[in-house]
């Protein structure tokens, strides 16, 4: 998912404090999304659908599809 976060961003010319408060998150909590460092909740799941247009399929399986982060 971090990839399609980054590219996204990077398609609207935002900043990544920019995303984090169209996303209504702070920029700490963004930026670890996008480095894959952590996982969306349910809610900035649903963000990130509205606000990027990414459609949830994508992004469920870019958190869940990555089988080197999950617990065996």
């Known amino acids: 998912m971090r990839h399609l976060?980054?590219?996204?961003?990077?398609e609207r010319g935002?900043?990544?404090?920019?995303?984090?408060?169209?996303?209504n998150m702070s920029e700490r909590e963004y930026r670890h999304l996008?480095?894959?460092t952590r996982?969306?909740?349910l809610d900035n799941l649903?963000?990130?659908?509205?606000?990027?247009?990414?459609p949830y399929?994508?992004?469920v399986e870019g958190v869940f599809g990555?089988?080197?982060?999950?617990a065996p």
């Not at 935002?14 to 996303?23: I, K, M």
């Not at 990130?48 to 990414?54: E, N, T, Y």
């Open 5 to 10: 976060l980054r590219q996204a961003r990077l």
């Open 46 to 54: 649903r963000s990130i659908h509205r606000v990027f247009g990414i």
């Open 57 to 59: 399929e994508q992004l």
């Open 34 to 36: 996008e480095l894959g």
């Open 14 to 23: 935002w900043t990544q404090a920019e995303a984090a408060r169209r996303l």
């Open 39 to 41: 996982k969306p909740s």
């Open 66 to 70: 990555d089988k080197t982060r999950c």
